[in-house]
Structures are given as structure tokens and as C-alpha cells.
């Protein structure tokens, strides 16, 4: 069966930081790759997603930006963290059905 | 495009009682429709799906949605409510055409069960 890990699980960082999350999927192979962004008390906002490696569109323009470096592996960057930074991220994985399959997530609190 | 509209922000209700979360959505091609769980500090987990075939879907947990097309609805129901069932629930569409699968989600609703 399929399992996808993030990491960490929380993180505190301070303005001006770098930052890097990770996210990877087991028991699968070439899956479309997702990061959301979640604030508190709003909905998901799609920041990134991948059809394979090294290709990656964005969805807003931001301060972050992501990569993938491997077929399972998907990293979520930032040379310079902002306060508005700070939610909870989540990855995604999905494959020729429609539904897509999430990780636990990244509580990012930026100060 | 597409969006998608929860009309209740939060929708509290008493444990053993029914309750009716509503989801409407718009949009210019066909979609697919799916409810998505999340309890406190975790992520999405996918509740149920309406792809194709019959406009009534279940979950193994009790929950039911329909997908109505004429009022282009997929409201999710339970006819009676546990304390466990106590989270937040996302409504999402996926557009049929496109290449890769793209999800719009609501903005949630926040289910509280009351003992």
C-alpha cells in the first residue's frame, strides 16, 4: 500500500530564515506531487504541484518555491521565511483516479 | 474555472442527532466531487467520491453525500452523529478535462458533536 511522510512534523523559524520541508511517497511510482498551504481558520490554497521530475508549476507567486529531485521526493523551499509564512503545509500524492491522498502535514509557525 | 461554496463555517449539533453539511459548487465542465476529513492537527483524509454512476455515495462510517447536478449540490449527510465525528470537513471538485488532477477545495465546515 501507499504511505507519504513529511517532515518535520512542527517547526518554529525565525523571519528571514531558510526553510526546507520534505515530503516522499512509498508504494507507488511517478505520482503527481502537491503542496498546500493551509491558515488558520481558511481553506487549502495549492501552492505547487509536479507531473514528474524536475517539473514543477506554481500556482500563486510567492516567497517559496519547490522541488523535485527524485520520483518520490518532493521539497518545499524559501531562502527568506516571512511572517505570513506561517501555516500548516501539507503534501499530496495522486495518481489516474481523481482523488488525491495527504501527508500529516507541517505546523510552520514563523517569528 | 471552478469554486466551490460551504455555507455553514461551522455547524454545531448533539451526539445521536442527524446532520446535513452543505457543499454547492460552480462550474463550466463536468467535475468530480469528493468530502474530505480533517481532525485536529492532521492532514486530509478522503471520505468519499462521487466519479460517475449513482448520484448516491456512501462512506464506511455512515456518512452519505449526493451529487445533485441540477442544483449543482453534493451536500454530506449522517443520520446520527458520534462525538468522533467531530472535525473539520472540506468539500472538493476536480474538473474532468485537464492533465493533472487538479482539486478546488471549499472552505470548510466545522462539524462540533456535543454529548
Known amino acids: 500500500s501507499q504511505t507519504i511522510h513529511q517532515w518535520p512534523a512542527t517547526l518554529v523559524q525565525p523571519v528571514g530564515s531558510p526553510l526546507s520541508l520534505e515530503c516522499t511517497v512509498e508504494g507507488t511510482s511517478n505520482p503527481n506531487l502537491y503542496w498546500y498551504r493551509q491558515a488558520a481558520g481558511r481553506g487549502l490554497q495549492l501552492l505547487f504541484y509536479s507531473v514528474g521530475i524536475g517539473q514543477i508549476s506554481s500556482e500563486v507567486p510567492q516567497n517559496l518555491s519547490a522541488s523535485r529531485p527524485q520520483d518520490r521526493q518532493f521539497i518545499l523551499s524559501s531562502k527568506k521565511l516571512l511572517l505570513s509564512d506561517s501555516g500548516f503545509y501539507l503534501c499530496a500524492w495522486s495518481l489516474h483516479s481523481y482523488e488525491q491522498y495527504f501527508g500529516p502535514g507541517t505546523r510552520l509557525t514563523v517569528t | 474555472a471552478q469554486s466551490v461554496t460551504q455555507l455553514d463555517s461551522q455547524v454545531p449539533v448533539f451526539e445521536e442527532a442527524p446532520v446535513e453539511l452543505r457543499c454547492n459548487y460552480s462550474?463550466?465542465?463536468?467535475?468530480?466531487l469528493f468530502w474530505y476529513v480533517q481532525y485536529p492537527n492532521q492532514g486530509l483524509q478522503l471520505l468519499l467520491k462521487y466519479l460517475s454512476g449513482s448520484t448516491l455515495v456512501e462512506s464506511i462510517n455512515g456518512f452519505e453525500a449526493e451529487f445533485n447536478k441540477s442544483q449543482t449540490s453534493f451536500h454530506l449527510r449522517k443520520p446520527s452523529v458520534h462525538i468522533s465525528d467531530t472535525a473539520e470537513y472540506f468539500c472538493a471538485v476536480s474538473p474532468r478535462s485537464g492533465g493533472y488532477n487538479k482539486l478546488i477545495f471549499g472552505a470548510g465546515t466545522r462539524l462540533a458533536v456535543h454529548p
Open positions: 462550474s463550466s465542465v463536468s467535475v468530480y
